[in-house]
């Protein structure tokens, strides 16, 4: 199966990985599954993980994706309600 989740807009891959390290409380984006997983108690190897469990996988993926796209809701939020200002 294709992987849906591609970036659109390949510029953007820079900004997304900050927000996914903000998220994670973490400095390195590549690091930030393997801190979530540690928060959400799962175990999680450097390459192969295939031998986890479904819902396990999507506890991390699940908790950085949605924080995500809440931050970025936030964020659009905040832009328009600072543009609404601005015209006025």
Do not use: C, W
Request: aromatic share 2%.
């Amino acid at each position: 199966m294709a992987n849906k989740n591609r970036i659109l807009v390949p510029e953007a891959r820079e900004g997304l990985d900050q927000l996914k390290a903000k998220i994670a409380n973490t400095e390195d984006p590549q690091k930030a599954k393997f801190e979530v997983a540690k928060e959400q108690q799962v175990s999680l190897n450097q390459g192969y993980n295939g031998n986890i469990k479904a819902k396990d996988a999507g506890k991390i993926g699940g908790h950085l994706g949605g924080n995500m796209v809440k931050e970025l809701v936030k964020m659009g939020q905040q832009q328009l309600e600072q543009n609404r200002k601005d015209s006025h």
